[in-house]
Every structure is written in C-alpha cells, then in structure tokens.
C-alpha cells in the first residue's frame, strides 16, 4: 500500500501539533507500508533525516506569479502542484485545510480516496478571519468541501468527532473515525544521567528559569484558542512564590501578540517569577523546562486533544487542563492531573460565559496541585503511566492502517 500524506508542516518547518502528528505518524507508519510526504516550505533532502525510518520528502515553494495574492490563494497555489505530483499513489491522507483541497483535488485525479485527518476546524475558529481576512471565506470552503467529499476522516478524539458532525452536518458519520494524537515514548522523559541533567542546569540558567521553585509551565502558540489570556489573568491569583514559565510564540496576529505582551508585561511589574520565552525551544531544552516544572496547563477554549499535553505527561508532569473538545480524554481528573469545568458561547469562539468565574476556577485549580508537591509527584507518574498505556505511536500507527484498509475496501467496492 502507497500512501501520500500531504502536509502543511514538516521538518525542519515544524511550528504546532499537527506538524509533530504528521511527523511522527509518517515515521511509524513507513514501518509497515509505502508512505511518501508532500509539504510545504521548498525542497528538502530525499529522505526524513530526523528519524530512524526514512521517509521520502517533497517540499514545495508557492508560486511566484502568487506572491503579492491573499496567504489563502498562496496556499492554493502549492495545492495545486501537489494535487499534480501523486501519481501512483493508493491513498491520499491530508492534514489541515492547508493540505485539504490538495487531497480533493489529488483524489478525483487520480481516482484514489482521500482521508483527512481533523486536527481543528475553521467553523470553531472565527478568530482566524483576523489572520486571513477574506482568505477566512476561502480556507473555510477548501476544509468543508474536503470533509464532505473525503472517502475516510480521522478524527484525533471523540469530542472532536462530536464537532465534526457538528459543524459538517452533511458529512456521513460512518465515514468518521477516532484515532488519538501519540507521543514519542523515547523522545520525552526526564533527564537520566549526570551529562543530561547538567546540561538541563544549564539551560535553565541560560533561560531564567528557576528550578527550586514551585512552578506552572504553558507551552503553546499564541492564538485565540489556546486560552493564554485568560491563564495569565488566572496567575494574578497565585501565590506568590508560584514561577509562571511562559514557553509561547508564533502569534496568530498583531492584534493577539499586543494583547499577550501587555498582559505579560502588567503581570511581570506586579510579581516575580514570570518567565516568558518566546523562542522555540529545540526538545531537549523543553524537556529540561518541563522536568523543572511542578505542573503543566492547558487553559485551551478550543483543543482537539493537545499534543503538548502528551508531552509535557510523558515527563511525568500532571495537568492542569479545560473540559473542552478533547482535553478530558487524555487528563484523567484526580489522577493524572484536574479538569476545570467551562461553560462556552455556542457560536464557534468557544468563549467563556463567565470568564471570571473561568479564571478563577483554573486558579483555583493550578493552586491545589502546585502547592501540594507530594500529590503532584504522585500525579506525575500516573501521567506517564496513561501515556505508555494509551498513547504510543505504535498503537496509533496501527489503528491509522486499519481506517486505510476499511477505507480502500469501500472506495474499491463502489468503484466495482
């Protein structure tokens, strides 16, 4: 079986979680079958370099004669020179609305089924309109169209389903399947020899950070659904002793990136210990934060599942998180961290009804675990135990051939 999976994000172009799904995922699955990655950012070396399985890479520029056009018409562009490029192929798997008219396109083309993977959908993220202006209509469009004419959808946890059917009502829901996102057992862990953990003092240092101390770490983009503003108003709540590490960047728009810079800078005049780093950390460093820090937080308005929740467990960090999309399928409440209820506008924002009530509830929540290093501890290691159970990528990679298979036999039987 050939597989092309087409992609907006891909090494060494990585910036969110669909990008580290897509890595990760092609890695396994070039274990067990033929799979090829289509992505954007220009060329790259014929073959995944970053892991052990080598997986056959094409990288493509956008196009000139679409150089001063709308970012959507842009991302079009390198869609279409996909869609061009699959030849041969059994199935086409696409990731995001970037990838998706790609995939459509690619499958009437060339006569194969399309399966998409959902990690977001733009009908739940209206903010988006301030990034793509009247690109919004058309990113909109691609993502709709695909989900309705896709053979097969994956959808990364049962909440997210629940939004597919939703917000794509026409969409048939046989045809949606859950497979959760995965971690990299290996790759995340706390530093285990004397080099290792030296070389996390290290980074530590060169950050700011200060490791004695009672600590909350976020890590994520700043965008609208990620919920940073309401965290850092939550802080204000902390003890005092409480360090806030910030690992946030890749901000969505001016206007959010103004927003968050003056909440961090009003927070840092009034207490310290607020530690905001705005580069992308390489994942040894991230580590050396994560495995510094007390407890995670996850103050999401929209999340599907959150990668970055998986990570920062398999560290053996508990977590804080919204009851939202997928985020109770992974934090089991009590155990391997808290659930903090929300009450949402129903209008695609995911906007709290009581946002101070919000605030306070996630407070409220951060001070019972960070306070209680103990219970915190204990918390840890059933976070990295429910990740080793349910969560590795091999599991995943697995049931991922499966929806392949159920999905060709279909295609194949309706083509006869």
Not at 88 to 109: E, F, I, K, Q
Not at 287 to 305: G, K, N, R
Not at 322 to 342: K, Q, S, Y
């Amino acid at each position: 079986m050939r597989v092309d999976m087409l992609t907006r994000e891909y090494p060494p172009h990585v910036y969110g979680g669909a990008g580290v799904h897509v890595t990760e995922l092609a890695r396994v699955l070039a274990k067990s079958i033929d799979v090829r990655v289509h992505a954007f950012d220009g060329p790259r070396l014929n073959g995944d370099t970053h892991h052990d399985a080598e997986v056959p890479v094409t990288g493509y520029d956008e196009l000139p004669e679409l150089e001063r056009a709308n970012a959507a018409l842009r991302t079009f562009g390198v869609d279409l020179q996909i869609a061009g490029n699959l030849a041969g192929t059994d199935l086409v798997h696409s990731h995001t609305w970037y990838a998706n008219l790609a995939g459509t396109l690619g499958s009437l083309l060339n006569d194969v089924p399309h399966v998409l993977s959902a990690h977001s959908l733009e009908p739940l993220r209206p903010w988006k309109a301030e990034q793509l202006g009247g690109g919004y209509a058309l990113s909109s469009w691609a993502e709709r169209t695909a989900y309705e004419q896709a053979a097969g959808v994956i959808a990364v946890s049962g909440g997210m389903r629940d939004d597919i059917l939703r917000a794509y009502p026409q969409v048939d829901p046989n045809k949606v399947h859950v497979v959760h996102n995965g971690i990299d057992l290996s790759g995340w862990h706390r530093p285990q020899d004397d080099a290792a953990r030296e070389a996390a003092r290290a980074t530590l240092a060169r950050l700011g950070v200060e490791p004695d101390r009672p600590t909350v770490v976020f890590v994520g983009r700043i965008t609208r659904q990620k919920g940073l503003p309401h965290l850092l108003r939550a802080v204000e709540q902390l003890p005092a002793e409480v360090q806030l590490v910030l690992c946030a960047g890749a901000p969505d728009t001016k206007e959010i990136a103004a927003e968050v810079t003056g909440l961090v800078e009003d927070l840092q005049d009034r207490r310290a210990g607020v530690v905001w780093i705005e580069e992308m950390l390489p994942r040894r460093e991230l580590i050396a934060v994560l495995a510094a820090s007390t407890v995670f937080v996850c103050p999401s308005i929209y999340e599907p599942l959150g990668i970055v929740n998986l990570e920062a467990m398999a560290v053996g960090l508990p977590v804080v998180g919204t009851a939202t999309g997928g985020i109770p399928e992974v934090i089991d409440d009590g155990v391997t961290g808290l659930l903090v209820p929300i009450e949402q506008a129903t209008d695609g924002t995911g906007t709290p009804l009581d946002p101070e009530k919000f605030q306070h509830d996630l407070a409220a929540a951060l001070t019972e675990v960070v306070t209680d290093r103990e219970r915190a501890a204990q918390m840890g290691v059933a976070a990295r135990r429910r990740v080793e159970e349910h969560f590795s990528w091999d599991a995943i990679a697995q049931r991922t051939i499966e929806v392949y298979e159920t999905v060709l036999s279909g295609y194949r039987s309706r083509s006869a």
